[in-house]
């Protein structure tokens, strides 16, 4: 089975200051992709950065970065220059091919991340 | 813009009542999700279409039905919701399945058992 662990329910960080979400996950995949998406306040969830596992190059989006270390099975998202506006909830989520045509999105728990003024 | 819409936001329904909630796409995506999500918790998934291919997750609960009578609407519909149901439910649409394509999503709406 394929979980994602997320090992922090909530943090807190200062506007403009930099914050890293840990994720791990466990897989006997070779093949599979890892996201990172946020879900703001009765808002509706977006993604925010997409690693495809085969790329050793860690993927970069404006402020977000993540920092993928297959080996290790870890995937940690870091913010830069944070903002009022990414106050959110963070989901790490994975994606596999389950069989046939189906790929699964799984998701970890989820860290609520808090932008301090 | 294109975008998942879903209706309402909010729903409220009575102990064994039927609820059908819905989502329409403007993607012209292959592939729409519903998923469960209760408080604090990550979303779940339930089943998904693929065009017109049903695939329901193993434990799906037999209450929870769904429909894509084309390719930009899909129904969910619950038929004798308990209180365990209340929870937001979210739709998703990508593109294809595979290749990491991203799941894009609807605001959810959030059920609510009287």
């Known amino acids: 089975a394929q979980t994602v662990t997320q090992s922090q329910p909530e943090m807190s960080v200062q506007e403009a200051e930099t914050v890293t979400l840990s994720c791990t996950y466990d897989t006997s995949e070779n093949n599979y992709y890892l996201f990172w998406y946020k879900q703001p306040p009765s808002r509706q969830m977006i993604l925010v950065i997409r690693q495809e596992a085969y790329k050793q190059q860690n993927a970069t989006e404006n402020r977000f970065s993540v920092n993928f270390q297959k080996a290790a099975k870890s995937f940690s998202l870091k913010i830069s220059d944070s903002q009022l506006g990414d106050t959110a909830m963070y989901f790490c989520?994975?994606?596999?091919?389950?069989?046939?045509?189906?790929?699964?999105?799984?998701f970890g728990k989820g860290t609520l991340l808090t932008v301090n003024p | 813009d294109a975008m998942v819409i879903q209706n309402p936001r909010y729903q409220v329904t009575q102990f064994g009542k039927p609820v059908t909630l819905s989502c329409s796409q403007t993607l012209n995506h292959n592939v729409m999700y519903w998923y469960q999500q209760k408080s604090s918790q990550a979303p779940k998934l339930l089943f998904h279409y693929y065009d017109k291919d049903f695939n329901n997750e193993a434990d799906t609960p037999d209450n929870f039905q769904s429909r894509r009578p084309n390719t930009s609407f899909c129904f969910l519909d619950i038929r004798s919701p308990g209180l365990g149901d209340a929870a937001m439910y979210l739709c998703a649409t990508s593109r294809e399945a595979g290749s990491g394509q991203p799941q894009h999503f609807g605001d959810g709406t959030r059920l609510s058992i009287l």
């Open positions: 989520a994975f994606m596999y091919h389950s069989g046939g045509s189906n790929y699964k999105l799984t």
